[in-house]
């Protein structure tokens, strides 16, 4: 017997086993260009399915605001303005302001400046502002007047101006004209000669067009024909009105109540 007889055998059967694995390789190979690494993985079987409806995503629930970011319960309110508030002042005359008012004070006139007092008061005018107003009366009456106006500006009665008559020259028509609240002025009456109780800073004029002078047929300021017949207006004053009364109260007389002349824009501590 050949010593080679058993190894064939063996190799015959080592041969037929490899061609078994290689068939079986074989079989499980992917096509040219196929995914090596997926010859590795078992073929897997597709299975038709029916489509699963979609659920609708649920809505994510907003978080409720913190109270501090809750809204108001009512509409947002602006802050109230602030009421116009009254300011006065009472001074001496200085010897800036007599310079000023060189044209209404002179030498000779029946009080020396010494007795008279300068006086700042607030007013409203006929456009609803309000506004700084200047006056000279005598120191007696200073604090009187401040009283009178801080009643005038409560009511909102307005006044068209307020400036010393040395603004006008002290030419009382010029100042009746601008229609020009004013008091102290060294002059004479009307008409005359003997001293008028401005000349001692006891008599005021008060919004001298809405309130004229009248005596028979003549009016001053012209401008005042318009309210002779004295008809509810603003700035108008009336007998017994409010006006009337503050200035009652302070211990001055209104010239409306005089029968001839009739001054409706005058004021004063004497009656004249």
Do not use: K
Not at 128 to 151: P, S
């Amino acid at each position: 017997m050949d010593e080679r007889g058993p190894l064939r055998t063996l190799v015959v059967l080592a041969l037929a086993g490899g061609l078994t694995g290689v068939a079986a390789c074989t079989a499980g190979e992917p096509d040219d260009g196929a995914d090596p690494a997926s010859s590795a993985r078992p073929p897997t079987t597709s299975l038709a399915r029916t489509p699963t409806p979609s659920a609708s995503p649920s809505p994510t629930p907003s978080p409720s605001p913190s109270p501090s970011q809750r809204p108001s319960a009512g509409p947002s309110r602006s802050p109230t303005p602030a009421a116009p508030t009254f300011t006065s002042s009472v001074t001496t005359i200085d010897d800036e302001l007599a310079v000023r008012m060189h044209a209404s004070w002179r030498r000779g006139c029946p009080v020396p400046l010494a007795d008279l007092r300068y006086v700042q008061v607030s007013h409203v005018d006929f456009d609803g502002v309000v506004r700084q107003g200047e006056l000279v009366v005598h120191e007696d009456l200073a604090d009187g007047i401040v009283d009178v106006f801080a009643r005038l500006f409560a009511l909102g009665y307005p006044i068209r101006s307020m400036r010393l008559v040395d603004d006008f020259g002290a030419d009382d028509t010029a100042s009746m004209d601008a229609d020009n609240t004013s008091a102290f002025n060294c002059r004479a009456i009307t008409g005359g000669t003997a001293w008028s109780e401005h000349a001692y800073g006891r008599a005021l004029d008060l919004n001298p067009v809405e309130n004229p002078y009248v005596i028979g047929s003549h009016v001053a300021p012209r401008a005042g024909r318009a309210f002779v017949d004295r008809a509810p207006a603003p700035g108008v004053i009336r007998a017994d009105d409010e006006v009337v009364r503050a200035f009652a109260a302070a211990g001055w007389r209104w010239g409306g109540y005089w029968d001839s002349p009739t001054d409706y824009q005058h004021f004063s501590t004497t009656g004249r």
